[in-house]
């Protein structure tokens, strides 16, 4: 992508942050896990981790325990992981496969791996009892360059339109070829939407990166304006400087299909609700947000690899994830200290600079008040 193709965000002069309920307020909170989790495309993990049919993960989204699982089709469905015959949780297990059939545990109520019921037992005497009025209530799942979304809803718009230009703009990094590389847990004590807020800027990383400020200067970022799918920028490596680790040195080849211009650059997006894409120039980071209450979210990251760069005898990706770690780290803790402070009575909306332009952005996306 060069400089003249990324059109520039722009602030009004009165941008101010959001107001203090929009953080600490429960009922807000489930509002929004309506509107922007069951409403719109979650992200819940890779492809990869259901390869073969029967393979399921459950993941947990705005409070619904969805499974999914790779069907004898070839295609991940998703499901809500409740039996239609007395509502238990059929599966417990956080993966696995289901050889052939989801059979509820409790009254052994079978369906296939496309949610139909296929055995039921006691039921089929029963004389107005149809099999076919009880599949599995299942959510749309979608899936770009690898990466899995689920509507659970089912009312969203495709997950095309959603992602507007991104696939095409971001597939020279070649993301369905990538393969896990390593993958850490976090627990913040903070809102999700303080999260997505801080990734969106860098103005605080002299003071709160010193190690990323070595590495990419703050102002050497620009932005795209927000839209209500994704929002996002680039930043450019140092002089010298050849990817985002501790020393800034690579230690494996960039990915295959990068332009020279493609390898001097960061690029960090948000895709709405709760993926944080971060693309370097020999791996791929991904943040994925679950939000679990109001003040608290769960953040699943992940260090992508191309699998050439993983059969090398000395891979490694703790040059990457150690480097992250650091950072992740310095990120919650001010996002935890930003929750604190948005709680007090002392709060008040505070003006935005220019540097903050896309959190200007999402804020009118996530507004509800105009
Ligand atoms: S609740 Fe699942 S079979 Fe009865
Ligand atoms: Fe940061």
């Known amino acids: 992508m060069s400089r003249d193709e990324m059109p520039r965000a722009s602030l009004p002069a009165d941008a101010l942050s959001l107001p203090g309920r929009y953080y600490t307020d429960p009922d807000h909170y489930r509002r929004e896990m309506e509107r922007f989790f069951l409403g719109g495309w979650a992200h819940v993990g890779r492809q990869e981790e259901i390869p073969s049919p029967g393979d399921y993960m459950l993941r947990e989204v705005a409070g619904e325990s969805l499974i999914l699982v790779r069907g004898d089709d070839g295609d991940p469905h998703a499901f809500f992981n409740v039996c239609r015959h007395r509502g238990t949780r059929l599966c417990e297990a956080a993966s696995g496969n289901f050889a052939g059939y989801i059979r509820c545990p409790y009254h052994a109520w079978a369906f296939d791996l496309s949610g139909r019921l296929v055995a039921a037992p006691q039921m089929d005497d029963l004389p107005h009892f149809r099999r076919e009025d009880y599949p599995l209530v299942s959510a749309a799942v979608a899936a770009w360059d690898g990466h899995v979304f689920v509507n659970p809803s089912g009312n969203s718009r495709p997950l095309p339109e959603h992602l507007g230009c991104l696939p095409e703009r971001f597939r020279p990094w070649g993301m369905d070829q990538l393969r896990l590389g390593k993958r850490t847990t976090y627990d913040v004590a903070a809102n999700w939407k303080l999260l997505i807020q801080n990734y969106s800027e860098c103005l605080h990383c002299p003071g709160v990166h010193p190690a990323l400020q070595r590495l990419t200067h703050f102002l050497s970022g620009e932005n795209e304006p927000a839209n209500d799918g994704y929002l996002g920028g680039r930043m450019s490596l140092r002089e010298g400087i050849e990817t985002l680790t501790m020393d800034g040195t690579l230690r494996r080849p960039c990915l295959p299909g990068l332009s020279e211009a493609d390898r ?23 943040h994925t947000l679950y939000p679990r209450a109001v003040n608290r979210t769960e953040i699943v990251c992940e260090w992508h690899f191309h699998p050439e760069a993983m059969s090398a005898p000395d891979f490694s990706p ?25 709680g007090s009575v002392a709060y008040r909306p505070g003006p935005y600079s220019s540097r903050e332009d896309l959190l200007h952005g999402f804020d009118r996306l996530v507004r509800v008040d105009g």
């Open 318 to 342: 703790e040059d990457a994830a150690s480097f992250w770690d650091l950072t992740n780290r310095q990120d919650w803790h001010v996002c935890e200290q930003m929750q604190l402070g948005v």
């Open 264 to 286: 001097r650059m960061v690029l960090y997006y948000a895709i709405l609700p709760n993926l944080l894409l971060s693309l370097h120039p020999d791996y791929v980071m991904t």
